[in-house]
């Protein structure tokens, strides 16, 4: 917290207009010092010190992230790929508010999902939360307004969820999904649809290490003879591997000998090979829902799918209470604790939102470890680099050069000039370190002549270009001149500016 400033006065007690500087301190967080070059000064340096004293820094609350220019361009190359990719599988985009009825979600989870949200009243009185997934939103309007629409509803949304976490690496309070769901498709179908984008998107972005652990909750659901609510804590204890506490709910509802199926069966990973070893431990009845399975990897050969990138996994039980048949999850081994990169599976939502049963199948990604994912890969693409960079050069020019400007952004290409009014020197080191492929320098000559100067950043060739051709010659690929580069970058009026800067 910043504090009043405390002065001293240099040289004793003698007055302000006495002596020849003064050295200003604030005292605060940070340690701010001015010195006024004389008494002139003081006013301003008075100003500045209470201004300083009156700001504070903020900081972003915690668990959120700010995202540069840099990581901004990685998040929308991940999300951009799993956009083209979900409308090629006729998947459309739906947007649904940031907040829902704090019901909404209570209803779906429960009411002891209140302390992981964001949950508030807001002036009205009215119990709202920020949305921590999107599922339950889309459920929501479906039962609302989607459902007259012919079936398969096939939608994907992307943004921010909020969650009350303790955040660490991946594991954030703000952090943003990529979620697709189908509404009234046939069951088996649609969940080899939604794998296969899910999967597909992986590809899409370019990532080869993860891989995807598909699992049947619905085999277990049909093996655990207990009421919901029983079933659900058992199958909490097996979806956190907390086997103590499998074993005492077992012991608790009379069925200890259930423990050591169970536990063998969480264990099993592998090929499609893997469905008979968990069939045998769990007996013919389970037998439909690992026939599932093998249609589901017919299914997924069909799409193209390997079978490296996945493998069906019987521990996968993602602990939700309205998931029903297939389950998945997927990981990337790179990023160590918070590795699963996504989820999803067959669920039943819609009769809980008033709705009617309906089959419903989807997924929801993390962007933010998909983007970190990515990194790791080195998957990511570097962003398209600015067209070129307008310099104006003297102040008369200034409304032509924006002429210029437009029409090379009218043209669908990356333009931006000056705004600092640096001079031609400046400029070109601005036009480097932003990446500029051309720098296009428009002086009172070169129009006078209906032309402009364009420099090739990378090599520092340059050439007259009438401005009839400018976008063509932009467009082109670098120019290779058989003349080196003018180094126009000491300019006179480059020196001059130095000078008047001094
Ligand atoms: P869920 O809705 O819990 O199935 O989460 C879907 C995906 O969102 C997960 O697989 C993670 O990739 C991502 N995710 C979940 N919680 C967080 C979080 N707190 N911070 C960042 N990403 C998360």
Excluded: C
């Excluded at 459309?92 to 989870?109: C, G, H, I, Q």
């Excluded at 703000?174 to 992986?202: C, H, K, R, Y």
């Excluded at 655990?224 to 591997?241: E, G, I, N, T, Y």
């Amino acid at each position: 917290m910043t504090r009043n400033p405390v002065f001293w006065r240099a040289k004793g007690r003698r007055p302000f207009s006495d002596v020849d500087f003064v050295v200003v301190f604030i005292v605060s967080e940070n340690w701010w010092l001015r010195v006024a070059a004389s008494p002139v000064e003081l006013p301003e340096t008075f100003m500045i010190a209470h201004r300083y004293a009156a700001s504070r820094m903020f900081e972003r609350p915690r668990g959120t992230n700010d995202w540069g220019p840099e990581d901004m361009a990685k998040r929308r190359f991940v999300e951009s790929r799993f956009i083209q990719l979900a409308e090629s599988f006729g998947f459309r985009e739906v947007s649904t508010p940031t907040f829902e009825s704090l019901d909404l979600f209570t209803a779906k989870s429960g009411s002891a999902i209140v302390r992981e949200l964001y949950a508030f009243k807001d002036q009205g009185g009215r119990d709202l939360a920020l949305r921590p997934e999107f599922t339950a939103s889309i459920l929501r309007f479906y039962v609302s307004d989607l459902r007259s629409r012919p079936k398969p509803i096939k939608v994907y949304t992307t943004g921010n969820v909020f969650r009350y976490e303790e955040p660490q690496k991946g594991r954030y309070r703000e952090f943003f999904q990529l979620n697709a769901e189908i509404i009234g498709g046939a069951t088996l179908p649609s969940d080899a649809e939604v794998l296969a984008l899910a999967i597909g998107t992986m590809r899409a972005i370019g990532l080869k290490q993860v891989k995807a652990r598909i699992g049947n909750i619905g085999i277990l659901r049909g093996f655990l003879p207990f009421a919901p609510a029983d079933q659900a804590v058992v199958l909490h204890s097996l979806d956190k591997r907390n086997f103590p506490m499998l074993d005492a709910e077992l012991d608790r509802l009379g069925r200890p000998d259930l423990s050591k199926a169970l536990r063998q069966l969480v264990e099993l990973s592998g090929d499609v090979s893997i469905l008979d070893q968990a069939a045998k431990i769990l007996g013919s009845e389970a037998g439909a829902g690992f026939e599932y399975l093998r249609k589901i990897a017919d299914l997924l050969d069909a799409y193209g799918v390997s079978q490296q990138d996945y493998a069906f996994d019987m521990g996968v039980v993602r602990g939700l209470d309205y998931y029903t048949g297939m389950v998945f999850e997927i990981d990337s081994p790179n990023l160590g604790a918070e590795k699963q990169v996504g989820g999803g599976g067959a669920y039943n939502l819609a009769e809980v939102f008033g709705g009617e049963r309906i089959a419903q199948t989807g997924f929801a990604l993390g962007l933010d470890r998909l983007v970190m994912s990515a990194e790791a890969e080195r998957a990511t693409e570097t962003p398209r680099p600015l067209d070129a960079y307008v310099v104006p050069i003297g102040e008369g020019v200034q409304k032509k050069a924006i002429e210029v400007l437009m029409s090379l952004r009218a043209a669908g290409l990356g333009a931006d000039i000056d705004l600092v009014g640096r001079g031609p020197s400046k400029n070109l080191d601005y036009a480097n370190a932003i990446g500029a492929r051309y720098a296009v320098l428009l002086g009172e000559k070169e129009l006078k002549a209906s032309k402009a100067t364009v420099r090739d950043m990378a090599s520092g060739v340059q050439r007259e270009v009438p401005l009839t051709d400018l976008v063509d010659a932009i467009l082109s690929r670098p120019a290779r001149g058989p003349e080196p580069a003018k180094p126009k970058r000491r300019a006179a009026g480059t020196r001059a500016e130095r000078s008047r800067r001094r």
